[in-house]
């Protein structure tokens, strides 16, 4: 019996990792990276080293099947991105093997994943429609007890009158204590003016490479590490990035002994200290205070001749906005709450560096060229519902919206016109019997140029086939039969 249950598990393991790995590129390394650590520098989350992935696997089978947005911490970094449902794409089996792959390479250490568990998964959520928020997963499946950032972590307060970081050495700590949570902190000072700290731990490098820190401080701040200043706040001021500073060091893979000295003069009071691989975007907080300031631009874009797609806040389109950026160049917002592409601009895609390293709130602008708007009120009648969207293997959005008994695909992909970058919108009407009306432009009535060629808004022109759009005041229309489907090309002139 026990051998039994031994051959059968030493039969199947390789056979999970060997597709798992083939799945895993195919499905999920575009945005997690080949080797785990979140494609484009880290700019997505990674799978390597995630407790996401290991422990409960509950918790990664949904977000596979439902997809995952709004905020989320990973290992120590924030991002605030939209990952895709993969569930109508991916039958239980392959879940399976991409997750036990997941769970047992680059260094994870995890159980395998059956395809009998994703099924029953599958079943007990089989009402859920939207991408789970991290908060709604979490309290489901909870994460392991995060290691503290700083191991061994004392903090040591001093109390005296500086203007300029004193030298610590030569005075006297009146409290010591052990910082369980592994955080710089001044909560517990027991002052707030006239008073210094320094904290001493230990920081686990978790590979050789160069890393960079960043503190600020009010009013003063220096980070050692094994002994060596890496960067310094000096004097008094506020803390609100403007004085932050910044440092690197290379380090060996392994514990490394941190120190952060502080003074607080009079008045408000504060540090924020925080690490990276200076390879990877996104800071990790080393204190309980996230940084201002310091944002990089994080340049989100198409990789792999894949386009991308960022659901987030989109300034000059609606809350519910699908950002798509297509490897040619060209970028479009999709409005859920109209059900129609509102925004189309040129060059880079999106800085998401506002929502990832720290609380960012608001609008994110197109990072490109040439933001045209297209219109701004729904494009379809009233009571149409907008019912998800679809990516085939290049990353391309189909979205889709139900009219009574009728459905709306509306398919954009990456081409050209006349050797420019255009982008190829194709409308498809399935089922009933009437045509559907789709507003394609409510800024001016279309300007016709060409036989088949309208200029939809200034600077950019519509060429379609088969069908003219149709104007009615000042906005523009198509209308397209069932069983029909509609080419219509995109391109700045
Ligand atoms: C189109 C890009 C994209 C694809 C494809 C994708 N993911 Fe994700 N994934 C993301 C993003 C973005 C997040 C973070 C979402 C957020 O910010 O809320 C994420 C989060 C996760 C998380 C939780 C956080 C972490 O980093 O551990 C897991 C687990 C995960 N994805 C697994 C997978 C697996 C397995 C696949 C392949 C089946 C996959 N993803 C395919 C973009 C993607």
Known sequence: MLRAVLLASALTLPLYAQDGGQLFTLYCSACHGADGKGATGGQFPPLAGSDWVMGDAARAVKIVLHGLHGEVEVDGRKFNLEMPPQGSVLPDDQIAAILTYARTSWGNKADPVTAEFVKATREATADRKAPWTANEILKLHPLPKAKPPIENLISQVYEGEWQSLPDFSQL????VEEEHDGKISIKKAGHDELFGMVWEG????????EYLFRVDADDGARILIDGKKIAEVDGTGPMDGGRAKEG???????THKIRVEYFEYKGNEGIAVAWRPAAVKGWKALSDTSLKGGRDPILLGPQNGRAVIYRNFISNTTPRAIGIGFPNGVNLAYSADNLTAELVWKGNFMDASRHWTDRGQGDQDPAGEEVTKLSGSPALPKGSRFKGYKLDPAGNPTFSVQIGNQYVLDEWKPGTFQT???LVRKISVRGGSAPVEILLGDKQA????DDQQWELVPGLTIHTEGLYPEIRDGKTYIKVPPGASVPITYCWK
């Open 420 to 422: 420019l970058p255009a």
């Open 172 to 175: 006297k700590a009146s409290n």
């Open 248 to 254: 690197s060091i290379n380090l060996s893979a392994g």
């Open 446 to 449: 279309a300007k016709q140029s």
């Open 202 to 209: 230990d920081l686990t490098a978790p590979e050789a490479g």
